[in-house]
């Protein structure tokens, strides 16, 4: 994710598209496309949104703990990964 001072402000929108939202997550180094988050809209795992009449809304602070609660902890070498 982007330094704390790059999150120090509110966001410009309090609701993003599903496409801003994808846009917004791929903007901290993450791609993620609409249609991926669509998919997890349908079959789960995905960031928490509402509903605005047919249409998914996301917030900017779900994004964030979404994807911080996505990335996996630091390691070194691959063979930190089943220790």
């Not at 929108?13 to 993450?30: F, I």
């Not at 249609?35 to 789960?44: E, H, I, M, R």
């Not at 902890?73 to 691959?78: K, L, N």
């Amino acid at each position: 994710m982007p330094t704390s001072s790059a999150r120090d402000y509110p966001p410009l929108k309090e609701y993003l598209s599903r496409r801003e939202a994808a846009q917004y997550v791929s903007d901290c180094g993450l791609p993620l496309s609409k249609n991926t988050l669509q998919k997890y809209a349908t079959v789960g795992g995905g960031p928490p949104y509402r509903k605005f009449g047919n249409r998914a809304v996301y917030r900017a602070p779900d994004l964030d703990a979404w994807v911080r609660g996505k990335l996996g902890e630091p390691i070194s070498s691959t063979s930190e990964q089943d220790a």
